[in-house]
RNA sequence: GGGCGAUUAGCUCAAUUGGAUAGAGCAUCCGGUUUACACCCGGAAGGUUAUAAGUUCGAGUCUUAUAUCGCCCA
């Protein structure tokens, strides 16, 4: 067995041979397994992996592999999404720098480009998976824009079409002048700026003038109402009368409207309604007019007068000249608020009118509250359900198409009726008969599709074998920053389209950020490429690090020192695994011996081991995967090698050979169960270590996951052992204390009482662990021997003659301090038991534990006490 | 304005039906090439669990308020 885990060797060796076997695929499992399936989020076709993408990388496999040991069908479902308006940004800018434009080469041109870089580099994330060692079944791999998803996404269209569930209008929008298309509610991201508060006076019929605070003059132009509440005494007297948009002296009138806040700057308010979401409202109230003064690009339309064409931020400045001139302006002043960017160009987004497709969300959204509310499906963490309710109760109709050339076009067609180019229109899946149709232009949202994804990729609406077999999925695994993009909106169109839940399980994991606590962004400099740290350390030590840095829904913060850590924990598991490799000898029985034929310190490990797999079991249950790894890191690190592998040697260098085989069979017997317990969380070194112990079956892959024995569970023998332990641990540290050189062997008497048993059966033990060559017990008649230092753990009294190293002095105040110590815990107790409250409340096992500790505390104390007054004679 | 989360060792994090002396890693200090491992081993130090009140026999854990930071929604 090679002395390290070669990781580059093994990993791209492992990875091959079990996607060769089949093993990442659901049919392994058999017929009549149980199916296990998880939907990938798809990361987006042009991306390349991130640490998002390892966290769910992470996550995802470490619950398919855990359930394909349980025996189910497991199968994760690979894939990638178009991503509309990411990816053709990637491309324009390409074209760009060929000094070209998507306008310039044209439509067929830029999508075959398009698709041209998406087989260039829509592989790359995929292979970057693969390397984290994802167990996806690759053969069912998917891409949003291939020919079933894209049949998907037309019939789920054409569905909510002829249930009057999809309409077009023209409606406010939020437009990104960038990316010159609309985009949804959640594609806007607002934050609070420093921005200007303009205060100006509206021109009023009969020469005088409200005045009116605007953040934004340029909407001024396009003004078709000045708003004052009825309830204002300062201007209720205006409503009725007209007003004049300044520079252009349009006509407009004053309306009265309860929705006008008195207190917010001057108390009357301009309305703008094509370029206002609250003013949209009042001029639906009030029938008013729509002008739009913007172009696509946000300049200036012809609407403007004389600033067509320019700039929306030159025109601001230009219009607020003219009226400074003009004698309308009152002040300007600092102002704080909110503005609204797009989430991807970044840009100021701008309310605009524009005709666009909407999804009536309504009776969709009932559903997905319903199936949540009904526990049909959980959310872990359970509190971003409340989070989901507000979202979906509050809900407003989905704007779904988008003015790109990238993704699903639209199935609508229209033709040219009454000098209308739109007069007439078509929805279905074929172009109309007749001439003089025009396919609808638009796109629909990305998220369309990706709505669709946990059953469009296993066939819908095909009543495919695997729709039948894998649909519903079982656990949606995501980040929490996606709850409403796509979480809330596969919930909503599965119900709506399959009438089943697509999953009974989301589970939310955070952002990662760095170790403190910042997102990671190139200007920081703080970026950590997964990748990178594969390369130098193996994907194993990510992986596992990722899972156990964080809680569910939380966000991780990624310390790159627990990388180190746990690719030296990595090591340590691979060392273990060497050691009881190297001590095999010929064919070995697979499983444990009888359990009365087994010695105290193998009834202890095993006690403790199948209290592991219990509580492991158990936080697996509840999704705290963290927690579990840290557990077997634990067990394995403090329990498993440091003591049961070093009194293991006794057997394996002097025992007969009964002892060894016995001893044999256990060490494997942990380690085998140690390794497979590990393997959903580092999959390539579990995988390869488990070659070099004997084993039944052909990988580790697709062996058994640990049950717990109950009969294993001994608190008697783990209390017994753990006397054992702790005077190793305080003979250890005594011996720190006298400078004893480590390798001097030392000589140790005890007054065992009722332990004297185990410690005469196991003085080997306190040989191996802290160098005690003899050990030799006293009765309780036998004096204590004097010139020694003292170490009491319950009523257990051992003496090491140190001569010439003793200090009386130092010695009696060791012994003070612990008399001190144990004099406080006997008083904390005593006053716990002598409470009848607590006794009588108090369950009866934690009382029993109280009084047990109370005795072990006592017995201690009287040695102690005792050996002080030996020591001041 | 509404909602959610966080606050535990110098730093990054655990502690899931409320129960013993609140645990790890990194950093620090002391000591070690003990035949699996120096990618290691043994030991030490480091805490008023943000603050205040409450519930309880018992609170890091439950309740309320406050403070600070972060996120989401309007």
Request: glycine share 8%; aromatic share 10%; net charge negative.
């Amino acid at each position: 067995m090679p002395r390290n885990f070669d990781y580059a060797d093994a990993e791209p060796r492992l990875y091959d041979w079990w996607e060769r076997k089949g093993w990442f695929k659901p049919e392994v499992a058999g017929a009549d397994a149980e199916p296990f399936v998880v939907s990938m989020p798809p990361p987006n076709v042009t991306g390349s992996l991130h640490l998002g993408h390892a966290l769910f990388g992470a996550l995802e496999d470490l619950m398919v592999r855990y359930e394909r040991m349980r025996g189910k069908a497991a199968l994760w479902v690979p894939g990638t999404d178009h991503a509309g308006i990411a990816t053709q940004l990637q491309v324009e800018n390409m074209l760009r720098e060929e000094g070209s434009s998507r306008e310039e080469v044209g439509y067929e041109e830029f999508l075959h480009r398009t698709w041209q870089w998406k087989e260039e580099h829509g592989g790359t994330i995929i292979r970057q998976l693969r390397r984290l060692g994802a167990s996806c079944d690759w053969d069912r791999e998917r891409f949003t824009l291939d020919d079933g998803l894209s049949t998907a996404v037309i019939q789920a269209f054409l569905t909510l079409w002829e249930q009057g569930l999809v309409y077009r209008g023209p409606r406010l929008v939020n437009w990104s002048p960038g990316l010159q298309t609309a985009v949804s509610d959640l594609e806007v991201e607002s934050s609070e700026e420093e921005a200007t508060l303009y205060y100006f006076k509206y021109p009023v019929e009969g020469g005088e003038h409200i005045p009116v605070a605007t953040t934004r003059p340029e909407t001024i132009l396009g003004d078709t109402a000045v708003a004052v509440n009825p309830a204002d005494a300062r201007y209720a007297g205006f409503i009725g009368k007209s007003a004049f948009v300044p520079i252009l002296g349009r006509e407009i009138p004053i309306i009265g409207d309860d929705a006008v806040d008195m207190a917010f700057g001057t108390g009357a308010l301009k309305v703008t309604p094509a370029h206002d979401f609250g003013d949209y409202e009042i001029g639906q109230r009030h029938k008013l007019a729509l002008v739009n003064v913007l172009n696509k690009d946000a300049s200036m339309n012809a609407k403007a007068g004389k600033y067509a064409g320019a700039d929306r931020y030159d025109c601001r400045e230009r219009l607020w000249r003219d009226m400074e001139a003009a004698g309308l302006t009152i002040k300007t002043e600092a102002y704080s608020t909110r503005i609204p960017r797009s989430q991807r160009g970044g840009e100021v987004v701008e309310p605009m009118m524009s005709t666009q497709w909407y999804v009536r969300i309504q009776p969709l959204a009932e559903k997905a509250i319903a199936a949540i509310r009904d526990g049909d499906i959980k959310i872990v963490p359970e509190r971003y359900e409340k989070v989901y309710f507000h979202w979906l109760e509050n809900i407003q109709d989905w704007c779904i198409s988008r003015q790109l050339w990238w993704g699903h076009r639209i199935p609508a067609w229209y033709r040219e009726r009454d000098g209308d180019p739109e007069g007439e229109i078509h929805v279905g899946r074929d172009a109309p008969q007749g001439e003089g149709w025009v396919m609808e232009e638009d796109v629909l949202d990305t998220w369309f599709s990706s709505g669709l994804w946990p059953f469009s990729t296993l066939g819908w609406p095909r009543e495919s074998d695997d729709l039948e077999r894998y649909y519903p999925t079982q656990v949606m695994e995501t980040g929490h920053d996606i709850l409403f993009f796509w979480v809330a909106r596969m919930i909503m169109m599965g119900l709506w389209f399959t009438d089943k839940p697509p999953f009974h399980t989301v589970y939310l994991h955070g952002l990662v950020r760095d170790r403190h606590g910042k997102k990671f962004s190139k200007s920081l400099g703080n970026v950590i490429d997964p990748l990178t740290v594969v390369d130098k350390l193996g994907a194993d030590p990510l992986r596992f690090t990722l899972i156990t840095s964080g809680t569910p829904g939380n966000d991780v913060n990624l310390d790159e020192t627990r990388v180190d850590h746990t690719f030296r924990f990595i090591n340590k598991v691979w060392q273990i695994t060497s050691f009881i490799n190297m001590n095999l000898e010929g064919e070995l029985e697979l499983g444990l011996p009888p359990v009365e034929e087994l010695d105290l310190p193998a009834r202890w490990i095993l006690s403790r081991l199948h209290r592991l797999i219990a509580n492991v079991q158990h936080l697996f249950d509840i999704y705290q995967f963290g927690e579990a790894g840290s557990q077997i890191l634990a067990f394995m690190w403090d329990e498993f090698a440091p003591y049961y592998l070093e009194i293991s040697k006794h057997a394996m260098y002097s025992g007969n050979d009964g002892e060894k085989i016995a001893t044999r069979r256990v060490l494997v017997v942990v380690q085998d169960t140690c390794l497979r317990m590990l393997h959903p969380f580092m999959p390539f070194m579990t995988e390869e270590a488990w070659r070099y112990i004997p084993h039944d079956g052909e990988a580790l892959i697709i062996a058994d996951w640990p049950k717990a024995n109950e009969v294993l569970i001994d608190d008697e023998i783990e209390s017994r052992m753990n006397v054992l332990l702790e005077l190793v641990r305080e003979l250890r540290n005594t011996r720190g204390e006298y400078k004893v050189d480590p390798g001097k062997r030392i000589k140790a008497l005890a007054k065992a009482g009722a332990a004297a048993q185990d410690l005469a059966a196991h003085d080997y033990v306190f040989r191996r662990l802290c160098n005690v060559e003899e050990l030799q017990l006293l009765t309780a008649e036998d004096p204590a021997p004097t010139n020694s230092a003292s170490i009491v753990v319950s009523d257990i009294a051992l003496y090491l003659p140190l001569e010439g190293m003793l200090d009386l002095e130092a010695e009696r105040g060791r012994l003070e301090g612990e008399a001190n110590r144990l004099t406080g815990q006997i008083a904390k107790t005593q006053k716990m038991l002598g409470n009848d409250n607590f006794v009588s409340k108090a369950p009866e096992d934690i009382v029993q534990r109280e009084r047990d500790r109370l005795a072990d505390l006592e017995s201690a104390y009287a040695q102690v006490a005792e050996r002080l007054s030996s020591l001041s004679r």
